[in-house]
C-alpha cells in the first residue's frame, strides 16, 4: 500500500499488536487520560497494515467519533511527509466503519446480527473491532465471554477502553483495577494510561500476551496532541 | 398600524418533512380568526391547506415555496414565514431564516430529530434565531415526547427544556399540564377552540411537580430574581418565570419544548402564547448591514422608523398581477408612493401597491414600519436584493450560496412553450439563486442546474403548470469537473505565417495543481519576451480553454497556470494570437498533467427502521457508496453515508421498495472527489462518442 515507513515508523510497533494472539485487548483510565485518543491510533495503525476497522462507540454520535479520526490523521500527516495525502484519507475512510449505539442498544446479539449484515452481503469484512464506552460495571463475565468467542469465531482482534476511578481500590492480583479486577483473564493485553509529574501520560503495559508483565515500554502519551510517543 | 415593535414576531416554522408544519400553520390561522374553516394537507374535500398556495404543493402534500403570512393573536402582529422541509429546497429555508427574529421547530413525537433536524437547526444556528421546539403528533401511535426532549440534547445540543406535561399519550392525548402555572389544560369544541383550565389529574401530580422543580433548575440561571424567589421558597410569580424562559431563549441558551398535537386540534393556542411570550419582537435582534460607500464595513441597523428605509426582499412571485416582492423593513417606514433605491442595481423604483400577505389572499395596506413584512407589486428586482431609501447605499450582508450540483437539458416541445419557457426561467433564476440556466452552443440545448433532482423537477412542473410551458427533459447530468494532479510544463508556438496577415505568438510555461480556489494566473514574464498587451490575451485564452476539460467537457478547476517564457513578431502578433497560443501550450500541458475527473459527492443519511438496515447498507455498498457510520437507538437507525450523485438517480425507489416504504433519506452536497478509474474511462468514452456524433 505504500504506507510501510508510516506503520514502521509508529512508536505502537514496540507493543507487537499486529501479532493474531493478542485477540482481546483491554485500555484503561482515569476519565479524560487519552482512552479515545490511544484507540483511535491503535485502529489507524492496523488501516495503515491493511485492515479493516469497525469503531464501535457507545454513547457518542457519529460525527464526534469521526472527528476523531480527521484530526489524529491530520496529526499523523503532519509529522510524516505522504506523497498523496487525499488518497490516504480515502482510504483509512474504505477501510473504517463506525457504528454507534445509545447505551442500550448495544449487545453481543445486536453486534452479531450487524457484523453478519456487513460479512454476507460481502460489505464490510472487518478485521479489527474498537469498542469504545462499554459499560464495564454493569456487565458480566458471561456477556464479555460471549463478544470474545464471537471475535474468535470471526478472526477478530478486539479493543476495548474501560474507565476506572480513583477511589474505588479494588484490583486484581495481576494489577488490573476495577471495573474490570475480575475480567482480567480473558484479556491477552491491557495497557493502564497514568498520568506523570511532567504531565505526559506514561502507557503502562500490565499484561501482554495473557501473561502479567510489569512497567511500561517506554511509551508516553504527548498531552498536548494525545500522541503516542517513544521516550 | 399597531407601531408597537415589541408585540411584532416575525417567526418561521421549519422542521423535518411530514411532521406537520403546514398543519400547525393551518391551525395557527384558524385560531387566529385568519380563516374560518380547517383543510387538511391531505384533506378530502380538495381544497388542500392554505398555506400551500401552488397546485403542485397541494398535489404532493409538501410546501415549497415559502409563503409569508400575517395573523394577529392576543395583540401581537405575528408574521408566519412557511420554510420547506425537504433539503433540496435549503436555499428557501436559509432565506427565510434571514428574515426571521424567531422560530418554532417542530417535531414528530415518533420521528424525533431527524437529519433535515439537524440541518434546518444547524442553519438556525447559523443566523443565530432563537427557537421553541414544538412536538408535533403526540397523539400517534408511538409517540414519545421525553425521548424527542432528550434527543434534542443528545442531537442538537440544545439546552431543551419541557415546560409542557402531556396529559394521556397516542390516541389517548387529552390535554397538557402547563408546568408554569401548574393547571391542567384541555381542548373543547369541535374544533378545540374552548381552552378550559381544569386541576391536574391526581396520577400525575407527582410528575408534574419534578418536572416543574426540573425547569425551574433550568431557567433559574437566567434570572437573579428567580434564583432568590426559590431560594426563599414562597409562591413564585408566574411573570418571574416566563421572564428567565424569555432571556434564555433569546441569548439561544435555552430552548422551551412544548407539546401537542396540530392535527387533533390540541397545543397549538398555547404554541401561540409562547411564540408571544419568548420570542424575539425585531428590537431584540440585532442586524447587520453592509455600507457600500464606506467600503463594505459593516452597520448595524436601527429599527427606528424615522430612520431612512432599509428593505430585504427575500422572495418573489410571480401573481396574476405581475410580479410581488416580499419584503423585510429593517428600519425605517416604507409608504406608498415613497421613492426607493435598490442597492445592487442603483435603480430607482416608486412604490405602488403595498399589500400584507395571507397565503392566496392579500389585505391592501398605506404603508409599514421597521420590523414587518410586506409586499411590493410591480417592483423588479431580484430575490437578496435590498431597497433603501435615497441617499443610503447599504446592502443586507450576502446570503450564501452553494454552487449545483446537477443539471439536465430541456427543449420547448412547441414555439409557443418555447416563449413560455424563457420566461419561467426567467423567473426562477430571479427567485432561486441555486437554480441556474444557460444555453450550451455546442448543442444548442437549455440546460436547466440545481441542488438534487428534485428541485429541478419541481421547476420543470412549475413551467408546465404555472406558465404553460411543456418541455421535454433529457436525462440529469452530474456536474463533473476536471483538474490535475500534477505539475507540467509547456511550450507552444503558435504559427500561420501563409500568405495575408499571419499569425505568431510563443507561450511558455507550467500548470499545477492548485489547492483552493478555481484558477489562478501566474505572470512570470521577464525582458519582454511576451509584451505587457498580451499578457491578458493569454489569461483570456488561458480561461477559456478551461470553461471545457479535453476528458468530459466539463470546467477544469484547481488549477494554476503560470507562463515564463515566449517570444512574439513585430507584425504578426495579436490579441487573438497569443489566445490561441495559450489554449495550445494548456492542451500541451494538460496532457502530460494526468488529468482526472472529479464527480459531486453527497452527504446521505438514511433512516428507518433497524430491521433494514443491512438492505439499506447493500444498496448504498451497491452505489460505489462509502459508508461512514451507523447510529441505532431502539428499533430505529440512521445510516450515513457519502455517495456519489451519478449514483442516487432514482435512488428514492429502490429505498421504497428495498424498505416496504420505511425509510426515507435526505441528501446534500459534501464535496468534490476523484472518479475511479473504472467509472472515468466510460466516461471518457461517452464523451467522445459523443463529439463524433455531433
Known amino acids: ?231 | 398600524m399597531k407601531k408597537d415593535l415589541a408585540k411584532v414576531r416575525n417567526i418561521g416554522i421549519s422542521a423535518h418533512i411530514d411532521s406537520g408544519k403546514t398543519t400547525l400553520t393551518e391551525r395557527i390561522l384558524f385560531y387566529t380568526q385568519r380563516i374560518h374553516a380547517i383543510h387538511e394537507v391531505r384533506g378530502k374535500d380538495g381544497v388542500g391547506a392554505t398555506m400551500d398556495s401552488m397546485e403542485l404543493e397541494k398535489e404532493r402534500g409538501i410546501t415549497i415555496q415559502s409563503a409569508a403570512t400575517y395573523c394577529s393573536w392576543k395583540d401581537y402582529d405575528i408574521n408566519i414565514i412557511d420554510t420547506p422541509g425537504h433539503v433540496d429546497f435549503t436555499i428557501e429555508v436559509e432565506r427565510a431564516l434571514r428574515v426571521l427574529d424567531g422560530a418554532v421547530l417542530i417535531l414528530c413525537s415518533v420521528g424525533g430529530v431527524q437529519s433535515q433536524s439537524i440541518t434546518v437547526n444547524r442553519q438556525m444556528t447559523r443566523y443565530k434565531v432563537p427557537r421553541i421546539a414544538f412536538i408535533n403528533k403526540c397523539d400517534r401511535t408511538g409517540a414519545n415526547p421525553y425521548r424527542v426532549t432528550q434527543q434534542l440534547r443528545d442531537k442538537l445540543d440544545l439546552n431543551a427544556v419541557m415546560i409542557q406535561l402531556p396529559i394521556g399519550l397516542e390516541s389517548d392525548l387529552a390535554g397538557m399540564v402547563d408546568l408554569i402555572s401548574m393547571q391542567a389544560v384541555y381542548f373543547d369544541g369541535d374544533q378545540g377552540e374552548q381552552i378550559r383550565y381544569d386541576e391536574i389529574p391526581a396520577d400525575l401530580r407527582d410528575e408534574a411537580e419534578a418536572k416543574r422543580e426540573e425547569l425551574l433548575d433550568a431557567v433559574s440561571m437566567f434570572s437573579d430574581e428567580l434564583m432568590e424567589a426559590m431560594l426563599e421558597e414562597g409562591e413564585i410569580p408566574e411573570v418571574m418565570i416566563h421572564d428567565a424562559i424569555r432571556r434564555g431563549t433569546l441569548s439561544l441558551e435555552l430552548t422551551p419544548v412544548m407539546i401537542g398535537s396540530a392535527y387533533k386540534n390540541k397545543g397549538v393556542q398555547l404554541l401561540l402564547n409562547a411564540v408571544s411570550a419568548y420570542l424575539p419582537c425585531p428590537t431584540d435582534v440585532e442586524n447587520t448591514a453592509l455600507d457600500l460607500d464606506q467600503n463594505e464595513s459593516e452597520v448595524v441597523v436601527s429599527n427606528n422608523p424615522t430612520d431612512p428605509l432599509v428593505a430585504l426582499a427575500f422572495k418573489l412571485e410571480d401573481g396574476r398581477y405581475g410580479q410581488l416582492t416580499y419584503i423585510r423593513t429593517y428600519q425605517g417606514m416604507i409608504q406608498k408612493g415613497d421613492t426607493i433605491i435598490n442597492s445592487r442595481t442603483g435603480k430607482k423604483a416608486k412604490v405602488g401597491r403595498l399589500v400584507r400577505m395571507h397565503a392566496n389572499e392579500m389585505e391592501e395596506i398605506e404603508g409599514a414600519g421597521s420590523g414587518d413584512i410586506v409586499a411590493l407589486f410591480g417592483i423588479d428586482c431580484a430575490s437578496g436584493d435590498t431597497f433603501c431609501s435615497p441617499g443610503l447605499n447599504w446592502s443586507m450582508s450576502s446570503m450564501h450560496v452553494p454552487a449545483p450540483v446537477i443539471s439536465l437539458a430541456i427543449k420547448p416541445v412547441d414555439n409557443k412553450a418555447q416563449i413560455n419557457m424563457s420566461k419561467a426561467l426567467n423567473r426562477f433564476t430571479k427567485e432561486d439563486p441555486t437554480f441556474k440556466t444557460y444555453v450550451d452552443h455546442e448543442t444548442n440545448e437549455t440546460i436547466i442546474s440545481g441542488m438534487g433532482e428534485l428541485h429541478l423537477e419541481v421547476y420543470i412542473e412549475r413551467m408546465k403548470r404555472e406558465y404553460k410551458a411543456e418541455v421535454e427533459v433529457g436525462a440529469p447530468q452530474v456536474a463533473y469537473r476536471e483538474t490535475i494532479t500534477q505539475r507540467a510544463d509547456f511550450d507552444y508556438t503558435h504559427k500561420k505565417q501563409t500568405g495575408g496577415s499571419g499569425q505568431y505568438g510563443r507561450v511558455a510555461g507550467y500548470i499545477e495543481p492548485l489547492e483552493e480556489g478555481e484558477y489562478e494566473f501566474v505572470d512570470k514574464i521577464v525582458g519582454g519576451v511576451i509584451p505587457r498587451e498580451y499578457i491578458p490575451s493569454c489569461d483570456k485564452g488561458f480561461q477559456k480553454i478551461l470553461e471545457k476539460g479535453t476528458l468530459t467537457g466539463s470546467p477544469i478547476t484547481g488549477i494554476r497556470v503560470a507562463i515564463n517564457d515566449g517570444s512574439f513578431h513585430a507584425v504578426d502578433s495579436s490579441d487573438i494570437a497569443f489566445q490561441l497560443a495559450a489554449i495550445g501550450g494548456f492542451k500541451q500541458g494538460y496532457a502530460k498533467a494526468v488529468p482526472v475527473i472529479m464527480e459531486p459527492i453527497m452527504k446521505v443519511a438514511v433512516e428507518g427502521p433497524s430491521e433494514f438496515q443491512g438492505a439499506v447498507m447493500g444498496s448504498l455498498n451497491q452505489r460505489r457508496g462509502v459508508i461512514i457510520g451507523t447510529f441505532e437507538e431502539g428499533n430505529y437507525t440512521v445510516v450515513e453515508a457519502e455517495m456519489p450523485l451519478a449514483e442516487m438517480f432514482g435512488y428514492s425507489t429502490t429505498l421504497r421498495s428495498l424498505t416496504q416504504g420505511k425509510a426515507e433519506f435526505t441528501m446534500e452536497f459534501a464535496t468534490y472527489k476523484q472518479v475511479p478509474k473504472g467509472v472515468a474511462d466510460e466516461l471518457i468514452k461517452a464523451f467522445a462518442a459523443q463529439k463524433k456524433d455531433a
Not at chain 1, 485477540?23 to 485518543?37: D, F, H, P, S, Y
Open chain 1, 1 to 231: 500500500m505504500g504506507y510501510e515507513p508510516l506503520v514502521q515508523q509508529n512508536p505502537l510497533r514496540v507493543l507487537n499488536m499486529g501479532r493474531e494472539n493478542n485477540q482481546l485487548g483491554l485500555v484503561m483510565a482515569r476519565a479524560g487520560l487519552g482512552k479515545t485518543a490511544l484507540l483511535v491510533q491503535i485502529a489507524l495503525d492496523a488501516i495503515l497494515r491493511g485492515k479493516r476497522v469497525i469503531h464501535v462507540s457507545i454513547g457518542e454520535s457519529i460525527e464526534k467519533t469521526k472527528t476523531w479520526y480527521d484530526d489524529i490523521l491530520q496529526l499523523i500527516l503532519q509529522e510524516h511527509s505522504v506523497t498523496r495525502p487525499h488518497e490516504l484519507i480515502d482510504m483509512v475512510a474504505r477501510h473504517r466503519m463506525i457504528m454507534t449505539f445509545k447505551i442500550a442498544a448495544f449487545s453481543r446479539s445486536r453486534l452479531e446480527e450487524r457484523l453478519n449484515d456487513l460479512v454476507l452481503q460481502d460489505i464490510f469484512r472487518p478485521n479489527c473491532l474498537i469498542v469504545d464506552g462499554f459499560d464495564f460495571v454493569n456487565t458480566d463475565r458471561e456477556a464479555l465471554e460471549d463478544i470474545k468467542n464471537l471475535m474468535e469465531n470471526m478472526g477478530m482482534q478486539a479493543w476495548f477502553s474501560a474507565i476506572c476511578h480513583r477511589g474505588d481500590p479494588r484490583v486484581s492480583p495481576t494489577g488490573v483495577p476495577a471495573p474490570c479486577h475480575e475480567l482480567d483473564d480473558l484479556f491477552d493485553m491491557v495497557i493502564l494510561l497514568k498520568p506523570e509529574h511532567d504531565a505526559t501520560i506514561q502507557l503502562d503495559i500490565i499484561r501482554n500476551c495473557g501473561e502479567q508483565v510489569s512497567g511500561g515500554k517506554g511509551l508516553r502519551l504527548d498531552p498536548t496532541t494525545m500522541m503516542v510517543k517513544e521516550i
